[in-house]
């Protein structure tokens, strides 16, 4: 047996046993490892690869434990015989993988081409955040052990406040920025502090889909405003819903269509917005990544009345697993929020939040954005090209200047439900725009994810099944 196959990465932020424990489950499902094989020795598989021995002894129990391994005594320890009475041993050991993570493994390694919202996994400098989560982990085991601030952890409500104020143009102290689980936290703090269910708000269509989603779960009363060039509609907004107490926009990367709101439609908005006494609820979707020159001010940075609630989210930026978004509010609604927010589950473990605290006080965070936003308009690129190659007949990519992904129209009326669907049978995660609308429009379009396109080659092939899917159902 070739030892060398068990060799720990270092560089992945995972336990060394769990890594032994993962390689040799994987082993038993290639079929390298046998129902009766002798596995090498704690003494041995230690030595040959300079490891502990009770990090080899702690992955030896664990698969004991789950019954891949049986331990003999003085005569050793073997690949479970138990397994040889499965049909399919190897099945079995890769629907472990599944059971454990709660999805199968090529998820893991970058999910379905084309899905949205997925930041590109393989870029993450995992060595880095695993050392800071091990030194937040060693230090604040204490401070972990008391009740969190309700408003998310103080140095990464600070380190949020530095950057928005020199990236966003937002001048805000740390006591206005809450830290929340997620985007869908942010919006349930907005609608427990400022707004009740059955008002009345403008929601971009097409627009942001699960934010539509929430709001109308909360009992909120959504009004479609139409988004053209130039972003939200305001004159049509006040036509369609002249009473409205909120509105919820994308102003610097608009969901899904990418367009940028111009100034005068800012003005009109916040103009709107203070007569009324109304809420803006400034959703700065995908504002890191614009591929030609900088990014756009937040719409908050021209906000004088304090009428504009800014939203902004790590999953994106970092990774979804993280599970932590950022609300900040007017300077004078910072006491009504705070009490607002004691009532709430808040932002959870302090741990993550330190880890994105030293990321961001280290530098590393704005390393990382500069180098993603390279990476995305080249692996745009890749997808755009393909597209154009293989599609060009039946799809039209509209020009944006950033997000991490693409709108492909359809030519023509054809309804793009139907070629969704059958994009998704074939494990293409391809979502129609027409999900994204809350009236009906004859145009349909495609949204494609492109950021863990890695090579053109896989941005071609994802993009050629696409295209039989596409020729099967047209």
């Known amino acids: 047996m070739d030892l060398q196959q ?34 090498p ?13 009770g990090t080899v002894e702690a992955a030896y129990q664990l698969l004991v434990s789950e019954g891949w391994f049986l331990a003999r005594g003085a005569a050793g320890t073997v690949v479970s015989p138990r397994l040889a009475r499965l049909p399919d041993a190897a099945g079995a050991a890769r629907l472990a993988v599944v059971a454990e993570t709660g999805r199968p493994r090529s998820f893991e390694q970058g999910g379905r081409p084309f899905q949205l919202g997925l930041p590109a996994l393989d870029a993450f400098p995992r060595k880095t955040w695993a ?14 052990m008391f009740s969190p601030d309700a408003a998310g952890y103080l140095p990464l409500r600070q380190a949020i406040a530095t950057y928005l104020g020199i990236s966003r143009g937002i001048a805000c102290s740390h006591e206005q920025v809450f830290v929340t ?14 707004l009740h269910a059955g008002d009345s708000g403008w929601h971009e269509d097409p627009g942001y889909l699960f934010a539509r989603q929430f709001l109308q779960r909360s009992g909120m009363r959504l009004a479609p405003v139409p988004v053209d060039d130039e972003g939200l509609q305001v ?10 107490r909120f509105a919820v926009v994308t102003p610097t990367h608009q969901s899904p269509t990418g367009v940028a709101m111009s100034l005068p439609r800012r003005l009109e908005l916040l103009e709107w917005a203070g007569s009324r006494g109304a809420w803006i609820i400034e959703d700065d979707y995908d504002s890191e990544f614009r591929y030609h020159g900088r990014p756009l ?9 304090g009428r504009v ?11 979804p697993g993280l599970r932590l978004a950022y609300l900040v509010v007017p300077a004078a609604q910072v006491e009504r929020f705070h009490a607002v927010a004691e009532h709430l589950p808040g932002p959870g473990s302090i741990l993550p939040q330190a880890s994105v605290a030293g990321f961001m006080q280290q530098g590393h965070f704005a390393r990382h954005l500069r180098r993603m936003r390279a990476l995305y308009a080249e692996r745009r690129g890749y997808l755009v090209d393909a ?6 007949a039946r799809l039209q990519v509209q020009p944006q200047a950033g997000g991490i992904h693409v709108l492909a129209r359809l030519d023509g009326r054809q309804d793009d439900r139907p070629l969704a669907a059958a994009a998704q049978a074939a494990g293409l995660d391809v979502q129609p725009l027409s999900a994204w609308r809350m009236r009906r429009s004859t145009r349909g379009g495609l949204l494609m994810g492109f950021a863990n396109f890695a090579t053109a080659e896989a941005a071609l092939a994802a993009v050629r099944r696409l295209e039989a899917v596409l020729a099967t159902t047209g």
């Open 41 to 53: 020795s704690v003494r041995s598989l230690a030595s040959a690869l300079n490891l502990a021995r």
């Open 309 to 319: 609630l800014y939203t902004g989210t790590f999953s994106k930026v970092l990774f």
């Open 235 to 244: 004159a049509q907004g006040c036509r369609r819903a002249g009473d409205a």
């Open 297 to 305: 001010p937040a719409l908050k940075s021209l906000d004088r009345d």
């Open 181 to 194: 689980a997620g985007y869908r936290g942010a919006l349930d703090l907005v609608c427990r502090g400022v």
């Open 387 to 392: 597209l154009a190659g293989v599609c060009g």
């Open 131 to 144: 050392r800071l989560a091990g030194h937040d982990l060693r230090m604040l085991a204490g401070a972990a």
């Open 6 to 39: 068990f060799e720990p990465d270092r560089a992945l932020g995972m336990p060394v046993y769990l890594q032994l424990y993962r390689r040799y489950r994987e082993a038993i499902a290639a079929g390298k490892l046998h129902p009766g094989d002798r596995v």
